[in-house]
């Protein structure tokens, strides 16, 4: 079954750690991105990256840091630089960094007590 | 500055009925535009789309409509079900910037087929 996987479901942190989000994805898509979903908010990019050992800031990417070391990962830090931890993470794949259609993973709520 | 704009919040119908999402716009340069469903806990999955170059496109229960005059675009879902209960999320997409093409995302709009 091809898909995107991230894990894990649920994650609480203690204010100040840093928390890496894990991204996996077995569709062999170039592309890989990585989206914050706020109550009552659109989804907005945090980091992008159309090939390995390349990414991109996207408009929030302050507080941040991501990796691409293989093609079929994509793992987020948030850092205790992010100043609004807590929301719902989401990882997306396509496969060109052309293309419009990206796929969704099962997201990540991460929680910052 | 919301590029992508879903101004509804919140819409209830009933079951059989037709369901209207609208969407606004307001970047001329968005040349393809998507709908994603989402439910809660869950990623969004992708809906329908629509090329700038169509007004139009139909796939099943769903069709998209665009107009590029008024930066408008609309998905109608006929007949809804209760399955179709989810919050809308309205993308558009400006081409290829650094290598990617970057979506942009409607605040969404929350479903709600009443039986």
């Given at each position: 079954?091809g898909?995107?996987t991230?894990?894990p479901?649920?994650?609480f942190r203690?204010?100040?750690?840093?928390?890496?989000?894990?991204?996996e994805?077995?569709l062999?898509?170039?592309?890989m991105?990585?989206?914050?979903?706020?109550?009552?908010q659109g989804?907005?990019?945090?980091y992008?990256?159309q090939?390995?050992?390349d990414?991109q800031?996207?408009?929030?990417a302050?507080g941040?840091?991501v990796?691409?070391?293989?093609?079929?990962?994509?793992p987020?830090t948030?850092?205790?630089?992010?100043?609004n931890?807590?929301?719902?993470?989401l990882?997306a794949?396509?496969?060109l960094?052309?293309?419009?259609?990206?796929?969704f993973?099962p997201?990540?709520r991460?929680?910052?007590? | 500055?919301q590029?992508v704009?879903?101004?509804s919040p919140?819409l209830?119908?009933?079951e059989g009925?037709?369901?209207?999402l609208n969407c606004?716009?307001t970047?001329?340069m968005?040349?393809?535009?998507?709908w994603?469903?989402?439910?809660?806990?869950?990623g969004?999955?992708f809906?329908i789309?629509?090329?700038?170059?169509?007004?139009?496109n139909?796939d099943g229960r769903?069709?998209?409509?665009l107009?590029?005059?008024a930066?408008?675009?609309?998905?109608h879902i006929?007949?809804?079900?209760?399955?179709?209960?989810?919050?809308y999320?309205?993308a558009?997409?400006?081409?290829?910037?650094?290598?990617?093409?970057?979506?942009?995302?409607?605040?969404g709009?929350?479903?709600?087929?009443n039986p």
């Amino acid at each position: 079954d091809g898909g995107i996987t991230q894990s894990p479901k649920y994650l609480f942190r203690k204010e100040g750690q840093n928390v890496t989000l894990s991204c996996e994805q077995n569709l062999n898509h170039d592309a890989m991105y990585w989206y914050r979903q706020d109550p009552g908010q659109g989804l907005r990019l945090i980091y992008y990256s159309q090939i390995v050992n390349d990414f991109q800031k996207g408009d929030i990417a302050e507080g941040y840091s991501v990796s691409r070391e293989k093609k079929e990962s994509f793992p987020l830090t948030v850092t205790s630089a992010q100043k609004n931890p807590t929301a719902f993470y989401l990882c997306a794949s396509s496969i060109l960094a052309e293309s419009n259609e990206q796929f969704f993973g099962p997201g990540t709520r991460l929680t910052v007590l | 500055d919301q590029q992508v704009k879903q101004n509804s919040p919140s819409l209830s119908v009933q079951e059989g009925r037709i369901s209207i999402l609208n969407c606004d716009y307001t970047n001329s340069m968005f040349d393809y535009f998507l709908w994603y469903k989402k439910y809660p806990a869950e990623g969004p999955t992708f809906l329908i789309s629509i090329s700038s170059i169509k007004d139009k496109n139909e796939d099943g229960r769903f069709t998209v409509f665009l107009n590029k005059s008024a930066k408008h675009l609309s998905l109608h879902i006929v007949p809804s079900q209760p399955g179709d209960s989810a919050v809308y999320f309205c993308a558009a997409s400006g081409g290829v910037i650094q290598g990617a093409q970057k979506l942009v995302f409607g605040q969404g709009t929350r479903l709600t087929i009443n039986p």
